[in-house]
């Protein structure tokens, strides 16, 4: 899974440790699932690419000869939950 993370949703807001500890939770709970989760911002994108792409690349190898989740729900299984 590929998020980017983008300064705007903190600046300037009352919740906004709120939303950084659901963007953890939320982490958290692919990782658990069985996914990989790869962050960018919009700078590295634009200006750095090349950064983004060997990440990338690099949790592609990681991720080689693991299996891949195929039950999709918006609710977590019960095995990832807690």
Do not use: Q
């Not at 069985?34 to 990338?56: C, K, M």
Request: with cysteine; glycine share 4%; proline share 6%.
């Amino acid at each position: 899974m590929i998020e980017a993370d983008g300064a705007v949703k903190y600046n300037n807001r009352a919740d906004a440790a709120e939303i950084v500890e659901d963007e953890k939770d939320r982490h958290r709970w692919l990782e658990r699932a069985g996914l990989s989760v790869i962050r960018y911002t919009n700078a590295i994108a634009r200006n750095r690419p090349s950064e983004f792409l060997a990440d990338l690349d690099r949790t592609i190898r990681e991720r080689r000869g693991r299996p891949v989740p195929t039950c999709w729900s918006l609710e977590p299984p019960n095995s990832v939950t807690g």
